[in-house]
């Protein structure tokens, strides 16, 4: 029983620090606060700004803020220079670019 015991323990002292060192990188990877490609692909024109804040798994930032005009911005995964804007015309999406 007593070694049946210790190595349970070594198992999962091993075990442990592996599954925690990879799930912090899965999560990273699929909730990156960039736009990618396939993203921009999903979003369409009368979607909700919630609907796209779960495409992407971010709210990008603000750049113009009217009652009823609201653009967003995001940097693009593939390319640090590029940016991709959403425009939401009370709150749904009415335009949309990508650069990157």
Sequence with gaps: MKKIIL???????VAAP????VAPANA??????????A?????HV???VTKVQQIV???GRVSVAS???TIRQW??????????????????????????
């Design 7 to 13: 190595a349970a323990t070594a198992v999962a002292a």
């Design 18 to 21: 592996v599954a925690l060192s």
């Design 28 to 37: 990273a990877t699929r909730n990156a606060p960039c736009m990618s490609r």
């Design 39 to 43: 993203e921009f692909r999903h979003i």
């Design 46 to 48: 009368g979607q909700s």
């Design 57 to 59: 798994g971010s709210k």
């Design 67 to 69: 009652s009823f005009l």
């Design 75 to 100: 940097d693009t995964c593939s390319n640090q220079f590029g940016v991709a804007t959403i425009g939401f015309v009370h709150k749904h999406v009415n335009s949309k670019s990508f650069i990157g």
